[in-house]
């Protein structure tokens, strides 16, 4: 049986996953937003490259009928506002919660059984958005920033090294911001970690790089953030529960007290199969990198008490 996928806001990140979604024939797409005409122009736009592409997935695009993502077996939500220069992503918490939320409400009633791949920003916050307008358990409520932040770790190492971004391994751990947690020690070269092949100045500068890698785009973009690399990295963890795939990849998990982190989302090495989050997997820490984790967990449960008094 053919896959659904539902894919929440129409916009940069919503329609490049879109596409990806289709031409890699994962299954049939829908396209949601609130947004008159845009995402049935989209949907009707993808159908038409189809035949060039080559693949036979349907895609469909409505506004604001969530009946139309009935059954979905996954729900990537990128819907709420970019950050454009001078922003953080923590500027965009208002505004995106209300909007997480509501999307996440509305999915839970037309497809009970879905598993949530959030995109939105502040990632980590609208996890906890997400997961409780939809009353999921912890295990189908997962964010896309790991994947997205070892990518962009990757492409830096192969950038530096000349070599190619598929012998790249790299883990990046803690919240989707400034704080995050790339961890050298854990990111290899065909398996050789970079400390044997980079000079530790070198690893600063890399790391650096990646921690602001999401600003460095919006500096060059100005209207927005960044979408190819966003969408390849939600893409590639829907592959990995509609395959069952088992994949050892850093997402935004619930923790209940791995990591001695509780009652909060963040990134952690997770296994993706076709339940979702099938374990959150614990990896030795420095003392040095167990800090800089409990640094940036602070930060996301900042946001999250946050979250409670904007409720009221
Ligand atoms: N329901 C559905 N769609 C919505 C809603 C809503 N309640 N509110 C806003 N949207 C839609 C907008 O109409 C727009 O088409 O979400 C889309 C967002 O698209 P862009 O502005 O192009 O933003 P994008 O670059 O795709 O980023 C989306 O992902 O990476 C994060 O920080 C980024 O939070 C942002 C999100």
Same mark, same amino acid.
């Given at each position: 049986?053919?896959?659904?996928i539902a894919?929440?806001?129409?916009?940069?990140?919503?329609?490049?996953?879109?596409? %990806?979604?289709?031409?890699?024939?994962?299954?049939?797409?829908?396209?949601?937003?609130? /947004?008159?005409?845009?995402?049935?122009?989209?949907?009707?736009?993808?159908?038409?490259?189809?035949?060039?592409?080559?693949?036979?997935?349907?895609?469909?695009?409505?506004?604001?009928?969530?009946?139309?993502?009935?059954?979905?077996?996954i729900?990537?939500? !990128?819907a709420?506002?970019? %950050?454009?220069?001078?922003?953080?992503?923590?500027?965009?918490?208002?505004?995106n919660?209300?909007?997480?939320?509501?999307?996440?409400?509305?999915?839970?009633?037309?497809?009970?059984?879905?598993?949530?791949?959030?995109?939105?920003?502040?990632?980590?916050?609208m996890?906890?958005?997400?997961?409780?307008a939809?009353?999921?358990?912890?295990? %189908?409520?997962?964010?896309?920033?790991g994947?997205?932040?070892?990518?962009?770790?990757?492409?830096?190492?192969?950038?530096?090294?000349?070599?190619?971004?598929?012998?790249?391994?790299?883990?990046?751990?803690?919240?989707?911001?400034?704080?995050?947690?790339?961890?050298?020690?854990?990111?290899?070269v065909?398996?050789i970690?970079?400390?044997?092949? /980079?000079?530790?100045?070198?690893? *600063?500068?890399?790391?650096? %790089? !990646?921690?602001?890698?999401?600003?460095?785009?919006?500096?060059?973009?100005?209207?927005?953030?960044?979408?190819?690399?966003?969408?390849?990295?939600?893409?590639e963890?829907?592959?990995?529960?509609?395959?069952?795939?088992?994949?050892?990849?850093?997402?935004?998990?619930?923790?209940?007290g *791995?990591?001695g982190?509780?009652?909060?989302f963040?990134?952690?090495?997770?296994?993706?199969?076709?339940?979702?989050?099938?374990?959150?997997?614990?990896?030795?820490? !420095?003392?040095?990198?167990?800090?800089?984790?409990?640094?940036?967990?602070?930060?996301?449960?900042a946001?999250v008490?946050?979250?409670a008094?904007?409720?009221g």
């Amino acid at each position: 049986m053919k896959h659904k996928i539902a894919v929440v806001g129409a916009g940069n990140v919503g329609a490049t996953a879109a596409m %990806r979604l289709a031409e890699k024939e994962l299954g049939d797409v829908v396209i949601i937003d609130i /947004l008159e005409g845009v995402p049935a122009g989209k949907a009707l736009d993808l159908t038409e490259a189809a035949p060039i592409e080559k693949h036979d997935a349907k895609i469909t695009g409505v506004t604001g009928d969530y009946s139309a993502a009935a059954d979905a077996d996954i729900v990537i939500i !990128t819907a709420g506002i970019a %950050r454009k220069p001078g922003m953080s992503r923590d500027d965009l918490l208002a505004t995106n919660m209300g909007i997480v939320s509501g999307v996440a409400k509305s999915i839970a009633e037309v497809a009970p059984e879905s598993i949530l791949i959030i995109v939105s920003n502040p990632l980590d916050a609208m996890c906890h958005a997400a997961f409780e307008a939809s009353g999921f358990p912890k295990n %189908r409520v997962i964010g896309m920033a790991g994947v997205l932040d070892s990518a962009r770790f990757r492409a830096f190492i192969a950038m530096e090294l000349n070599v190619s971004v598929e012998n790249t391994h790299a883990f990046v751990l803690g919240g989707h911001g400034d704080t995050m947690v790339p961890l050298p020690r854990y990111s290899t070269v065909a398996g050789i970690p970079i400390t044997e092949l /980079l000079s530790p100045a070198k690893i *600063e500068a890399i790391v650096q %790089r !990646t921690r602001n890698g999401g600003a460095e785009i919006v500096g060059l973009l100005k209207t927005g953030s960044a979408y190819y690399a966003p969408a390849s990295a939600a893409v590639e963890m829907a592959e990995a529960i509609l395959k069952d795939k088992h994949k050892v990849l850093p997402c935004a998990a619930y923790l209940e007290g *791995e990591y001695g982190i509780k009652d909060l989302f963040i990134g952690v090495p997770t296994k993706l199969g076709a339940a979702g989050i099938e374990e959150i997997i614990e990896i030795n820490l !420095t003392g040095a990198e167990a800090e800089a984790l409990q640094h940036s967990a602070d930060a996301v449960r900042a946001l999250v008490q946050d979250m409670a008094r904007l409720k009221g």
